[in-house]
């Protein structure tokens, strides 16, 4: 009795709307290594959707927290990191890992025999669906990017379009960058396009040379870079040093700041590639505007936006769920975008309504800042793509591919 009152005296001194308890979600990201520009801003935009769900009153009576650990770019780390989470701390979700060379061994080897939630924001490899649809992830998987079965659809129309028929590939060597690569080509040689070469390349070497040398053997019309900011940095610099035509291809974490000015904005002007794109909403509008004084980070980093939304839906997973149920959170994930729950945008007095209406037990669909979405059986969304180039210097939008002309591509590969 004497517990309960003091219990009870306890919650009555919290400031208004203050929790009386903590729910801690894992976070597994490259804040450091060759990917660590995306983990950063990533981490911030998980933070922030927090924040504002904190803000907005808490979720199952409860405070958000992060417990976050670095994988360093390096699969054995974020797989290590992982473990300590869910056999540790025990923690009922984990966002990350941003890439697919981090996230498939996370869902793998941890969350997804330990049947716990795991959503990335950028990790977009194919391998990921195949998992899914071999039954090898108990359901626990999603991502907040489209597949690269679908990026490079998009990226072989766009390369057309823009008269890049001959082209030369240097990528990763990894499950990433061997996807993207088959993905690439088949629609690419379906629409007319030729690939003269295909370079593999082992990452955090410290000279490209060779591998750039291979590449130009064979005379092309661009450069397909498929490639992080640090790396592709190396490689696009010795690319051009050795005479490379200064036309370039790039996957979607080469929208970055650092990468161009580590290139030179002089030798970019033409450079286009391709992103997971958006359908700007008052999310996207909420994101833009508050971001960068929040995280000290552009809005446009690679990852942060999509980030935001992973953060955002864990979060109402858990609201949804009534707490840190690890066996109900892929249901209520799906639930926070119920087409016919009422919509909900992000930020603090969104979020306040979206709690409400979870409390009355009333659907929700949250569409955030990349856009409304939905997710399929193996948790892959679909949707549009962005197409930029880089104009003096700045990653700028110049089109868009919906799901429909991505589809109509796919439709003429035999």
């Given amino acids: 009795m004497k517990k309960t009152l003091l219990a009870t005296v306890a919650l009555a001194m919290l400031p208004l709307g203050a929790q009386a308890c903590d729910i801690t979600i894992g976070l597994v990201l490259e804040l450091t290594g060759e990917a660590g520009e ?5 981490a911030k935009s998980v933070e922030m959707a927090f924040r504002d769900l904190n803000d ?3 979720v199952a009576g409860c405070s958000l927290k992060t417990d976050t650990r670095d994988s360093q770019t390096q699969a054995n780390v974020a797989v290590d990191a992982a473990t300590q989470l869910v056999q540790v701390a025990k923690v009922p979700a984990i966002i990350g890992g941003i890439i697919s060379p981090m996230s498939i061994p996370i869902l793998t080897s941890v969350t997804g025999p330990a049947k716990v939630l795991q959503v990335s924001p950028a990790s977009s490899s194919p391998t990921l669906t195949a998992l899914g649809r071999d039954g090898k992830t108990n359901g626990v998987f999603f991502r907040t ?3 690269d079965a679908l990026q490079g659809v998009a ?4 390369a057309i379009d823009k008269g890049l028929k001959k082209i030369a590939i240097v990528h990763q060597n990894n499950d990433f960058g061997v996807n993207l690569v088959k993905e690439f080509t088949d629609p690419f040689v379906a629409l007319g396009g030729e690939v003269v ?4 390349y082992n990452a955090k070497q410290s000279s490209y040379a060779s591998e750039v040398t291979a590449a130009m053997a064979v005379p092309a019309d661009a450069l397909y870079l498929i490639s992080d900011p640090v790396d592709g940095a190396t490689i696009a610099r010795t690319w051009i040093s050795q005479g490379g035509v200064q036309k370039f291809l790039l996957n979607d974490g080469m929208n970055s700041d650092d990468f161009i000015a580590s290139v030179g904005k002089e030798y970019l002007g033409e ?5 997971s794109g958006t359908n700007p909403t008052a999310s996207t509008d909420y994101f833009n505007a508050n971001y960068k004084d929040f995280s000290g980070i552009d809005p446009a980093a690679p990852a942060a936006d999509r980030s935001y939304d992973a953060g955002a839906l864990v979060g109402l997973a858990v609201a949804i769920a009534g707490g840190p149920d690890a066996a109900k959170l892929p249901d209520a994930l799906r639930a926070a975008v119920d087409p016919k729950g009422e919509v909900i945008h992000a930020g603090k007095d969104e979020f306040v309504k979206a709690l409400a209406l979870i409390k009355e037990g009333k659907p929700i669909r949250y569409e955030g800042v990349i856009g409304p979405v939905s997710f399929d059986q193996y948790g892959d969304i679909t949707g549009p ?5 880089i104009v003096d210097g700045v990653v700028t939008t110049v089109g868009e591919m919906t799901t429909a002309d991505v589809d109509a591509v796919k439709a003429q590969i035999k």
């Fill in 38 to 42: 995306y983990g950063q801003a990533g």
């Fill in 56 to 58: 907005a009153g808490g």
């Fill in 145 to 147: 990017i489209t597949s």
């Fill in 155 to 158: 990226a072989a129309k766009f």
């Fill in 197 to 200: 070469s295909v370079t593999p």
């Fill in 271 to 275: 450079a286009y590639g391709t992103s």
């Fill in 385 to 389: 793509f962005r197409l930029w180039q």
